[in-house]
Nanobody, 122 residues
Framework: VQLQASGGGLVQAGGSLRVSCAAS????????VGWFRQAPGKEREFVAG????????YYADSVKGRFTISRDNARKTVYLQMNSLKPEDTAVYYC????????????????WGKGTLVTVSS
């Protein structure tokens, strides 16, 4: 599956932004889908995701209550709605997909889109 992230930009602290991840070639059916981010000089970290098998979405503690992951199967798109943004949320955001057991570790995700930059000014 090929992924394309979009929707990044510059926003003030406290503001909101929604980034999108569109699948091409096939749908997300059968894949776990996740959002990761990487800030300058830091490791890539898990942000949010869900298992295709169902259940509640997973969120990093740092974004719980502020970010929401959702999907539109008809549009083959996964969204990450980000509210109450903080300067520490500044990073390149990547969407990813994988099969198998859901994992928060970026090392085991199979498919990655090009990232989209989110900058939160103070």
């Amino acid at each position: 599956v090929q992924l394309q992230a979009s929707g990044g930009g510059l926003v003030q602290a406290g503001g909101s932004l929604r980034v999108s991840c569109a699948a091409s070639g096939r749908t997300f059916s059968g894949y776990d889908v996740g959002w990761f981010r990487q800030a300058p000089g830091k490791e890539r970290e898990f942000v949010a995701g869900f298992s295709w098998g169902g259940g509640n979405p997973y969120y990093a503690d740092s974004v719980k209550g502020r970010f929401t992951i959702s999907r539109d199967n008809a549009r083959k798109t996964v969204y990450l709605q980000m509210n109450s943004l903080k300067p520490e949320d500044t990073a390149v955001y990547y969407c990813a997909a994988k099969t198998g057991v859901f994992s928060h570790s970026s090392n085991v995700w199979d498919y990655w889109g090009k990232g989209t930059l989110v900058t939160v000014s103070s």
